[in-house]
C-alpha cells in the first residue's frame, strides 16, 4: 500500500549545524504537507507547511522543500540549538485525511 | 488562549473496564480529530468531525470505540470495553478549517494504559 515518512528514525546533529531532516511520500495527489515538532510529553506542535503549487517556503530558522518529482520532502533546521531536540514528523493532505509518517528523532549534540 | 485540552493526562484501567476520554477544543475552531499514537503504528487518525458531525470514523479500530461531539465545545472518545492493545497515547486536534486548508492545534494527549 501507500505509504508516508520513509525517513531515517534518528538524526544527531551538532549544536549550531544546520539540521536537514528528510520525508518520503508516494501519493501524487497529496496536495498539502506540514512539519509537525513533538517534544517529550507533549503534543505535536505545527512548525511549517506548504502547498503542492510550491517548492519552498521559509519561516523562523526553518525552510521546506517540496520536490514533486521525487515526491520527497525536506525541513531544514538552521543553527541547530537544544530546544530542537524532538521527534519531527511530515505529515500530507490525502483526501481531507491529515496522514503522519513514523518520525525522525532529531538529537543535539552540545 | 488555552489550547486544545484534554482529559486525563494519564488513566490506568483493568481489562473489559470503559475509559472515556474527554476533549475541549479550541474555541471557535470546527474541525476535531482523535488521533491515537503508538511506538508501532505511529500516529494514526481515527475519527475526524466537522461542525460537530461525524465526517470520517473508517479508523475506527472495531466496534469497542466510539466518538460523540455533542456540542462545539466538547467531545469524547470511549472505549468499551477496553483490552491491553488499546494502551497508547491518544490525542484531540482541533482546526477552524477542514483539513487540507490549516494547521491542526494538538493536545497535550491521553496516555492510556490498560493492564
Known amino acids: 500500500g501507500e505509504s508516508v515518512g520513509l525517513h531515517l528514525p534518528t538524526l544527531s546533529v551538532q549544536e549550531g549545524d544546520n539540521s536537514i531532516i528528510n520525508c518520503a511520500y508516494s501519493?501524487?495527489?497529496?496536495?498539502?504537507f506540514i512539519w509537525y515538532k513533538q517534544e517529550s510529553g507533549k503534543g505535536p506542535q505545527f512548525i511549517i507547511d506548504?502547498?503542492?503549487?510550491?517548492d519552498k517556503r521559509q519561516g523562523q530558522r526553518v525552510t521546506v522543500l517540496l520536490n514533486k518529482t521525487v515526491k520527497h520532502l525536506s525541513l531544514q533546521i538552521a543553527a541547530t540549538q537544544p530546544g530542537d531536540s524532538a521527534v519531527y514528523f511530515c505529515?500530507?493532505?490525502?483526501?481531507?485525511?491529515?496522514?503522519f509518517g513514523t518520525g525522525t528523532r532529531l538529537t543535539i549534540i552540545p | 488562549d488555552a489550547g486544545v485540552i484534554q482529559s486525563p493526562r494519564h488513566e490506568v484501567t483493568e481489562m473489559g473496564q470503559e475509559v472515556t476520554l474527554r476533549c475541549k477544543p479550541i474555541?471557535?475552531?470546527?474541525?476535531l480529530f482523535w488521533y491515537r499514537q503508538t511506538m508501532m503504528r505511529g500516529l494514526e487518525l481515527l475519527i475526524y468531525f466537522n461542525n460537530n458531525v461525524p465526517i470520517d470514523d473508517s479508523g475506527m479500530p472495531e466496534d469497542r470505540f466510539s466518538a460523540k461531539m455533542p456540542n462545539a465545545s466538547f467531545s469524547t472518545l470511549k472505549i468499551q470495553p477496553s483490552e491491553p492493545r488499546d494502551s497508547a497515547v491518544y490525542f484531540c486536534a482541533s482546526s477552524f478549517k477542514r483539513v487540507g486548508a490549516g494547521e491542526l492545534f494538538f493536545g497535550e494527549g491521553s496516555r492510556l494504559t490498560v493492564l
Open positions: 474555541s471557535g475552531h470546527n474541525s
Open positions: 506548504i502547498r503542492s503549487n510550491m
Open positions: 505529515a500530507e493532505n490525502r483526501n481531507e485525511k491529515l496522514t
Open positions: 501519493n501524487s495527489a497529496s496536495d498539502y
